[in-house]
């Protein structure tokens, strides 16, 4: 029976922790692999968009760093594999850069793949009434003009056919976020395509550990009361051959992993749990069982998988217009009244001139208005400070553009007690709203490719 | 009357627009009493001013834990959404401050 695979998560997203890599492997060298998962939603559309500034710039240049910080380890004669989707829209151009840093440090003995065929762009710019939108089904046609992106959540396959092939880096676009973790352990294990139950369990691993701290206790209802909450370790999955799994964090970092913080991640963005869709397989959670197994240990077993959909799921984008948000602080009594003034009034005030937009929202932040409406907050006329927060959008950038220059007035317009200008102007942002559809998988090609500089 | 988050956990997330707000029992004993008063129709009613659209409710015993999905509770979602928290990262601490008739004694003489 092979030995447990460990596996470690060092992102959970396009922003995270820049050091977390270079200390997971610094607390534990002997991990099997790193994943890093870079991609939300919407962005590849974010990619898109500084590519077409600089042809070069279509992935996540955060990845390049955390190779570079990882090259002391390497040098010293670190094994630790690493998987992830940093190369976005360009899995080829993240794989070159990597490999002008690997070359740099000396290390031109270890190989890099990249991982191909999830931009079905063309496809769906020819064929836009194929595309119906996954939740409301309606037609795409009318927008085709304005897709972005369109990419396919690309399974477990390639990764593991490019570590089989030696690759000590796996560089992907869109792949299915629990396919990071997979890919290794199909590698490893080489389970048959149809060993459902295991490669459930290692889809479930891939979930619980894909969002960096969060299983580890990051945003968990009871992070006050952690230990150490400031620094809370990124999370290490071990996968046995049966596809159970024990989640734990490095030791001296802070948070938990108990049963409650891995509840909470295993249904964490997640509808329906008796039918998980991955690529590589369908799981259903409701045979799962999470028990302690010792102190930041964790054990989950029992998943059940069956055969995946004949589909890829397609995340694409298309423009949809501008958008602003202008922050501004009021202090004093009636601060909430005075902030909802000034807010509304400078709408009213825009529209007079003729700026108008198709949608607006002003919340004032101290009042609940993350979930405005609920009336969960103390009464509005006790708070003694807020932040007034206005936001527009439009289809066409001037008036959004003329919205921004119009909230420092305020300050000397608008009521006193103003404050919290000195950021600047609100940007200008360009809205890319979200298109889920389908792809039958036939229609879609994914390749690996070893990267080979000269 | 008590806060929700008395006897429950909760973790919420996004996806488009929608969002889904996971509710666990804090005690497994009180999963029943959960399952019983905390339906769809509830959790629904309690977020129209955000309009959740049509909420649907999916059950995970062994993780004594109730999955709600909220379709369009996100006014756009992503990025087309203006809300201050367009990812629905506030809902389950939202949720968790409803107040609920959690009976004062045991639950189990309460649950048949």
Redesign the interface.
């Known amino acids: 029976m092979p030995r447990p695979l460990t596996v470690a998560n060092a992102a959970g997203f396009w922003g995270d922790q820049p050091d977390a890599a270079a200390r997971l492997v610094a607390a534990r060298p002997d991990l099997d692999y790193l994943t890093l998962d870079y991609l939300a939603?919407?962005s590849l559309?974010i990619m898109a968009a500084m590519r077409a500034k600089d042809p070069l710039s279509g992935y996540a240049r955060d990845f390049v760093d955390v190779l570079r910080s990882l090259v002391p380890f390497y040098q010293g004669g670190g094994k630790t594999r690493i998987v992830t989707n940093a190369g976005g829209l360009d899995p080829l151009a993240c794989a070159t850069a990597c490999c002008e840093v690997l070359h740099t440090a000396g290390l031109a003995h270890l190989k890099i793949a990249f991982v191909s065929g999830d931009d079905v762009l063309a496809l769906v710019q020819r064929e836009p009434e194929a595309f119906a939108h996954l939740?409301t089904g309606a037609f795409l046609a009318p927008l085709a003009s304005r897709v972005v992106t369109a990419n396919a959540y690309l399974g477990a396959g390639p990764i593991a056919t490019a570590l089989l092939a030696g690759a000590d880096v796996v560089i992907t676009g869109r792949t299915a976020d629990p396919s990071l973790t997979f890919g290794p352990c199909l590698a490893h294990f080489g389970w048959a395509t149809t060993d459902w139950h295991p490669i459930a369990g290692a889809t479930v691993a891939g979930h619980l550990i894909e969002c960096g701290t969060q299983v580890c206790g990051g945003?968990?209802?009871?992070w006050l009361e952690l230990p150490d909450p400031h620094d809370i370790g990124f999370p290490i999955v071990e996968i046995s051959a049966d596809g159970s799994c024990v989640i734990t964090k490095p030791a001296s970092t802070g948070g938990a992993v108990t049963v409650?913080t891995v509840?909470?991640?295993?249904?964490?963005?997640?509808?329906?749990?008796?039918n998980y869709l991955s690529p590589d397989v369908t799981v259903s959670?409701?045979?799962?069982?999470?028990a302690s197994v010792g102190e930041n240990r964790v054990r989950v077993s029992g998943a059940a998988g069956r055969a995946p959909t004949d589909s890829y799921k397609v995340s694409a984008t298309y423009r949809?217009g501008y958008?602003a948000?202008g922050l501004l602080t009021l202090y004093g009594h009636d601060a909430v009244k005075k902030a909802r003034a000034a807010g509304e009034g400078l709408l009213r005030r825009l529209a007079s001139r003729g700026v108008t937009f198709r949608?607006?929202?002003v919340?004032c932040?101290g009042t609940g208005?993350?979930?405005?409406?609920?009336g969960?907050s103390s009464k509005d006329s006790e708070l003694i400070e807020t932040v007034l927060?206005v936001?527009?959008?439009a289809d066409k950038k001037e008036p959004v553009e003329h919205f921004t220059k119009e909230i420092a007035p305020l300050v000397t317009c608008g009521p006193q007690g103003v404050t919290g200008y000195a950021t600047g102007r609100p940007k200008v942002?360009p809205?890319?709203?979200?298109w889920?559809c389908l792809i039958p998988k036939a229609q879609v090609t994914p390749q690996f490719q070893l990267l080979d500089l000269p | 009357m008590i806060p929700l988050?008395q006897i429950a956990?909760?973790?919420s997330?996004?996806?488009?627009?929608?969002a889904?707000i996971?509710v666990?029992a804090?005690d497994p004993a009180d999963y029943i009493w959960l399952r019983d008063h905390l339906t769809a129709a509830v959790v629904q009613s309690?977020?129209?001013?955000?309009n959740p659209g049509p909420t649907t409710r999916?059950e995970?015993?062994?993780?004594?834990?109730l999955?709600f999905?909220l379709?369009a509770v996100l006014g756009?979602?992503?990025?087309?959404s203006?809300?201050?928290?367009a990812q629905g990262?506030?809902?389950?601490?939202?949720l968790?401050?409803m107040p609920v008739s959690y009976p004062e004694t045991t639950p189990a003489e309460h649950t048949d």
Do not use: C, W
């Not at chain 1, 945003?219 to 009871?222: A, I, L, P, V, Y």
């Not at chain 2, 995970?60 to 834990?65: Q, R, Y």
């Open positions: 939603e919407v559309s939740e945003f968990s209802t009871d409650p509840k909470e991640q295993l249904l964490y963005e997640i509808s329906d749990p008796a959670f409701l045979t799962l069982k999470v949809d958008k948000h949608e607006t929202l919340e932040l208005a993350s979930v405005q409406g609920l969960q927060r936001s527009v959008a942002l809205i890319f709203a979200y889920p | 988050r956990h909760a973790r997330g996004d996806k488009g627009n929608s889904n996971a666990f804090r309690y977020f129209a001013p955000l999916h995970a015993p062994n993780l004594d834990a999955n999905v379709p756009g979602g992503g990025s087309s203006l809300r201050l928290d990262k506030t809902l389950a601490m939202a968790l401050e």
